[in-house]
Each structure stands twice: as C-alpha cells, then as structure tokens.
C-alpha cells in the first residue's frame, strides 16, 4: 500500500535542480510539504526532464552552474523554456563567485537568492511558490468565479475539475467518476438544459491547458502531446484539427494560453451564462426544469 507521504510527495509540483551535493539536503528541507526536487547531474538532464515531464521550476547553484560554458548552455534552456522560472541559489562565496553570477545574468536568469542568512530559504519558497500564481488553470478558475457568480456549488465543481492543476482528467468517463456522477446522467443534464456537451468544455479546457504549455518554445507537438496524455501526435493534431478546424503547428502559432481561455469563454461561458448560473448538473437540483422532463431526469438517477 502506498503510503500518505508518498502521495502527498508525488503530488508535489516538481523542481528541477542542479545543484552541489552539500546543497541538495537544504534545499530538500526548504520545501518539505511546498514542492519536491529532482536532483541532476548535467544540463542534458534538465533539458530531457524539462522536455519529459511538467516542472515548475529550475534552481542551479551559482557553484556549480557558474562557469561560462554552464551559463551560456543554461541560457538555452532559459529561452526555450520562458514560463518556467530560473533561479540561481547562492550558498557559499568564493573568489569567483562575482564573474559567476555575472554570467548566469547574462544567461537570462533574472532570481537570485542568497541562503548564506535563514532569511534566505524562506525567499526561495516564496520565489518557487509565486508562479504558480501564472498556472493557466488558476487564472481560468479565477476568471470563472467572476463569470460564475452566484452559481450552484456542483456546477462550480464541475469547472473547478476540468481546470484543476495537475488532474489528469481526459475523457468524459473518467471526468465522472472524479464527479462521482454516471457519465450518460451528466451528459443528459447539458443537453436538457441546453447547454454545450460537457464533452466540449472538457475538450476546449485542455486545449487552453496545451496552449499554455505551448509558450515553451523548447517543447514539441510531441512533447505536449506527451504532457496532456494523448496516445500519439496524431491523436492530438486530430483533437486540434476537430475542435478548431486548424493544424497543431497552426494552433501553436495562433493561441497563447490567455488567448485560449478567451475563447472557451467566448464560446462556452458567456452566450450561457444567465443558464449557468443556475445550473446543477451533478445534484437532482435539476428539477428546475420544469415538468415531466425534471421527472424523468430524476427517474433516470434512480435507475443508475
């Protein structure tokens, strides 16, 4: 059985590092319960975890990154990756230290955090910590409780789901069970109240998800494929192709993140939103609709 800490870890956003060996440990203790670290030896690494997996940022020692064929290879990844922030640690000062910093500057990496004081591995969660305040799902849920307001609580729940970071919530099978309501009730609750299929909002939402991964100009179509869980490219490109009528090199090129968001909420929240509003779509609060549809709706729950 797996224990409580082993998934509270695993769900921890991870960090990158490429650090000392002294400075694993402390920077290990700095984010027990805040985010978790993968240890590398070289920038090839980074670069294939950064390529591999969603990490929420890079810390590289000063020591150990500070020489100019490291910082001008780093500089790479600071271009290829520009949403997921640098940070360079400084834990001991030595005689070169100076040009160090001095180069990794030049390198693009603009957070520099001095733990040599205590006072400095409290600014390194903080630093690690703040972007995630630019996760695209964040400003989407922030933006739809503006939309939302005064919504029933399931129908929140319901975009708090498809918009949760790190859920990997793919199909409208595996939607439901996360809303512990049957698939075929959830889509009979959208179409009886008019509404776009909930297949749709699931779809545009991890489209917003792609675009922002996108903006890392490091990834491939393959990489971000990768990123969102589908089977292959082709399976992706196809997605694209079905909701946008575009290729995936042309949706690259035409939507960031916010630009996504936009449209799914030009498409899915505004023209409905009087409708969303007081809209229940996992509680038998859908007896709102009038008549002998509500009672059929709720004779179908009974039946599942």
């Known amino acids: 059985m797996r224990s409580f800490?082993?998934?509270?870890?695993?769900?921890?956003?991870?960090?990158?590092?490429?650090?000392?060996?002294?400075?694993?440990?402390?920077?290990?203790?700095?984010?027990?319960?805040?985010?978790?670290?993968?240890?590398?030896?070289?920038?090839?690494?980074?670069?294939?975890?950064?390529?591999?997996?969603?990490?929420?940022?890079?810390?590289?020692?000063?020591?150990?990154?500070?020489?100019?064929?490291?910082?001008?290879?780093f500089g790479r990844i600071v271009r290829e990756f520009?949403?997921?922030?640098?940070?360079?640690?400084?834990?001991?000062?030595?005689?070169?230290?100076?040009?160090?910093?001095l180069s990794l500057g030049q390198s693009g990496v603009r957070a520099l955090v001095d733990v040599r004081q205590p006072g400095g591995w409290r600014e390194l969660r903080e630093v690690l910590m703040h972007d995630r305040t630019r996760d695209i799902e964040k400003i989407a849920l922030a933006q739809l409780s503006l939309d939302l307001a005064g919504a029933p609580d399931d129908?929140?729940?319901?975009?708090?789901?498809?918009?949760?970071?790190?859920?990997?919530?793919?199909?409208?099978?595996t939607l439901s069970t996360e809303l512990r309501v049957v698939p075929s009730t959830l889509m009979s609750r959208f179409f009886r109240a008019h509404l776009p299929a909930p297949k749709r909002y699931l779809a545009m939402a991890r489209l917003t998800h792609a675009a922002r991964v996108f903006e890392n100009p490091g990834l491939s179509v393959a990489n971000v494929a990768n990123h969102l869980e589908y089977s292959s490219p082709q399976s992706f490109?196809?997605?694209?192709?079905?909701?946008?009528?575009?290729?995936?090199?042309e949706f690259r090129q035409r939507y960031d993140g916010e630009?996504?968001?936009?449209?799914?909420?030009?498409?899915?929240?505004?023209?409905?939103?009087?409708?969303?509003?007081?809209?229940?779509?996992?509680?038998?609060?859908?007896r709102w609709?009038?008549?002998?549809?509500?009672?059929s709706e709720l004779r179908s729950d009974q039946r599942h």
């Open 155 to 173: 129908c929140w729940r319901f975009f708090e789901t498809i918009f949760q970071p790190g859920l990997r919530t793919n199909t409208i099978r």
């Open 259 to 286: 630009g996504m968001l936009h449209r799914f909420r030009e498409e899915l929240i505004i023209p409905y939103i009087a409708t969303l509003r007081s809209f229940s779509p996992l509680t038998e609060g859908l």
């Open 82 to 101: 520009p949403r997921i922030p640098a940070v360079a640690l400084l834990m001991q000062f030595e005689a070169g230290t100076p040009r160090a910093v």
């Open 5 to 73: 800490s082993t998934t509270l870890s695993r769900a921890l956003t991870p960090v990158a590092t490429m650090l000392m060996p002294a400075e694993r440990s402390r920077v290990d203790a700095a984010g027990e319960g805040f985010y978790r670290t993968v240890h590398r030896d070289s920038i090839d690494d980074l670069i294939v975890d950064l390529r591999a997996q969603r990490v929420s940022a890079i810390v590289v020692s000063v020591t150990r990154c500070g020489g100019e064929d490291d910082a001008s290879r």
């Open 237 to 249: 490109g196809r997605h694209v192709r079905t909701l946008l009528s575009i290729t995936a090199l």
């Open 289 to 295: 609709l009038a008549g002998t549809s509500g009672n």
